[in-house]
């Protein structure tokens, strides 16, 4: 068979598999494979490990593999979030295999909802969100998902909250604007389809009647969500030409949900030119992201982020108590850094069972010690914080409970009530 190799990292193991085979007739006994859930599929899926690596391999129709390659590289290009395609293997006119990257830290829906009672609405509501918000991004961007659904979806913990990440592009299309008929439209294919997998996983937990009512009533939220968040990005208010402060709530509130603004345009809305319509281009919600890399020179996820400049910011202010001067932040960036962020990522994931992505567990540290000096009216320290974080004694909160759904998901049977190549 004649085969055409394109690998974006063609490191030897990777280079070395029988890719002149189809993938169902690889040898276990000669080939590294990895065995990790996955739902059910259209196409074959295995995991193979090289060079260190996890790798994630999906036997397809050629024109179907090359399309989604094509795509999955235009969605890494714009920084969208999604796994990252690792090649394509061109086996024969008909038949391919996709290669991508296994996303880290990662989880199916199905690790996570069937460990949430159908009358636990907090955890659902931070899926819901980093949903809508995908769909947001991937719109904004031109890209028509056709397929958006919680089998297709992955996720992982980005500070206090869940960031949606695109697993199948089969059925995605890159256009240079969408019109609204495709945004309504994708809107409904995710209706639909979360609305099976849920009702999928109450039948898998046996939840009562009431349960069905309450999930198909959140999965109508959704779209809701995903509206406001549209109106945020397009929204273009009149205001008076000197109302700077109206200018700046504009901004604002663009930032506080992690969009960076790449330009204000202020164009004349009425005849006596003492009015004006505030259009502002927005580029990636990495606004926390980019700030915190430009203190410290950190690369983190935007909900991280968003707490890390948070911590820093307080730090500064210590700083300039105890010095008794101005403190840039530039220069609390890096003294936070060293005296802060990095011997407290050691203690967080040393008192996690040094298990998980250290930023992370930091972050929780930080949440954790925040909720409990809430409590406690006074600032308990880290010292009180490592230790709820060690024996998960933490406050009962739905922010200090997500903290530890990823322990708490490695320990679950595999049952499989969704599609989609996943992480555990």
Known sequence: MTVDLRLRDPTPELLGLPWSQRLAEWDPTQVPFRDLPVGPSRHPVRFVEADGRLWALKDLPRRVAVHEYDVLRVLEARQ???VRAGGVVLQSDADAILVTEFLEGSWQHRRLLLRVPWNMTAHRARLFDAMA?????????????????LANTLFVRDG????????????????????????????????????????????????????????????????????????????????????TAGVGSRVRRLNEAGFAVDEVHLESAGGDDQSVRVKVAVAGRRFHTERLRALTGLDVREGQATILVDDLLAHRDRMEASLGRAVSEEEAGWD??????????????????????????????L??????????????????????????????????????????????????????????
């Open 80 to 82: 969208l979030s999604a």
């Open 367 to 424: 949440e954790v010690r925040w909720l409990m000096s809430e409590r406690a009216g006074r600032d308990v320290g880290d010292a009180a914080a490592l230790e709820a974080l060690a024996t998960r004694a933490t406050p009962d909160s739905a922010a200090a409970n997500l903290a530890f759904v990823e322990e708490a998901t490695t320990e679950m049977p595999v049952v499989d009530v969704g599609g989609g190549v996943g992480s555990t």
């Open 336 to 365: 936070w850094l060293v005296t802060v962020m990095r011997p407290g990522v050691e203690r967080a994931t040393a008192a996690r069972g040094g298990t998980g992505e250290g930023t992370q567990a930091f972050c929780d540290l």
């Open 133 to 149: 918000a995908l769909l947001v991004e991937l719109h904004r961007n031109g890209i028509y998902w056709g397929d958006c659904s």
């Open 160 to 243: 206090q909250r869940l960031q949606a990440c695109l697993v199948d592009a089969e059925t995605a299309e890159y256009h240079p604007a969408l019109s609204d008929g495709q945004r309504f439209m994708d809107l409904d294919v995710m209706e639909d389809n979360l609305a099976g997998g849920l009702l999928d996983v109450v039948a898998v937990r046996k939840e009562p009647p009431e349960a069905i009512e309450r999930v198909i009533a959140e999965v109508g939220e959704v779209r809701g969500r995903y509206e406001h968040l549209w109106d945020l990005l397009h929204d273009e208010p009149i205001v008076a030409r000197a109302d």
